[in-house]
């Protein structure tokens, strides 16, 4: 015979076996929390963060207008006191509207960024993952048969050697 399995322990199979399972039992759920948790980044980046930071920017914008106004206010009634504090409230929400500008373009750019990053490896995590679901449920089954078939060969009798003499 060309070929022949030298097996010192069907047990070993079978202890490899469950191991392997035990590690799908955990595997799995790893990988589908981490495809979950990078859909709840690029949600968050996308909708939450940036419906936040806009409105922010409406806001600041509108408070920045009021300010302007009432600066404007107050030059025509030319207190000089009353300009300088207003002239300070104009110069604070434009900062103000500047920040809430760069946060949005900071978030676009992120959103790019993590698409950019994460793509490849969620693609690498779904290939595990398909690998995980497809295949290795058919290595359990052939191990699992492996170890009837080694099983069902230890027990039947080796045939006594012919031709040998005492």
């Known amino acids: 015979m060309a070929e022949q399995a030298k097996v010192t322990s069907v047990e070993a ?18 990988l589908e929390e981490v495809s979950a948790e990078i859909a709840r980044a690029k949600s968050w980046l996308q909708n939450d ?20 106004q ?15 504090l207003q002239q300070m409230a104009v110069n604070r929400w ?11 373009a900071r978030l676009k750019k992120w959103d790019r960024e993590l698409e950019n990053r ?18 290795m449920p058919k290595a ?3 191990l699992a048969q492996s170890v009837k078939t080694l099983e069902a060969y230890a027990s ?10 005492a």
């Open 13 to 30: 199979i079978e202890q490899f076996r469950a191991a392997l399972i035990l590690f799908l039992s955990s595997a799995r759920p790893a």
């Open 49 to 68: 963060q940036r419906r936040f930071w806009e409105n922010e920017l409406r806001v600041r914008q509108r408070k920045l207008e009021e300010a302007q």
């Open 70 to 84: 009432e600066l404007f206010s107050a030059r025509l009634s030319s207190f000089q006191e009353t300009t300088s």
């Open 94 to 104: 434009q900062r103000a509207a500047r920040e809430a500008e760069e946060k949005i």
């Open 118 to 135: 994460s793509e490849p490896l969620v693609k690498q995590a779904e290939q595990f993952h398909t690998f995980l679901t497809t295949e």
């Open 140 to 142: 359990i089954a052939y």
């Open 156 to 165: 039947v009798s080796a045939p006594a050697k012919t031709g040998e003499s």
